[in-house]
């Protein structure tokens, strides 16, 4: 199996949530080139406990 990885960034706000905006668009764009999306990995979170940074991860 071949893995493929996505570093995305939320868009932090201090005093409210984090957000993704664009995962929506990846996984459309990796499932036309033949990938399965198989799940994410957090490899940021933040002092409070959120999300800063995932790797979204595709496998073909």
Same mark, same amino acid.
């Given at each position: 199996?071949? #893995?493929? +990885? &996505?570093? @995305?960034? #939320?868009?932090?706000?201090? =005093?409210? =949530?984090?957000? @993704?905006?664009?995962?929506?668009? !990846? !996984?459309?764009? #990796? ?8 799940? #994410? @990995?957090? &490899?940021? !979170? ?7 940074? !995932?790797? @979204?991860? +595709?496998?073909?």
């Amino acid at each position: 199996m071949n #893995y493929t +990885f &996505v570093r @995305l960034e #939320y868009e932090n706000h201090k =005093t409210a =949530t984090a957000q @993704l905006k664009q995962h929506r668009e !990846i !996984i459309a764009e #990796y499932a036309q080139k033949g990938y399965r999306y198989a799940g #994410y @990995l957090p &490899v940021q !979170i933040g002092p409070s406990g959120k999300n800063l940074k !995932i790797d @979204l991860i +595709f496998e073909k």
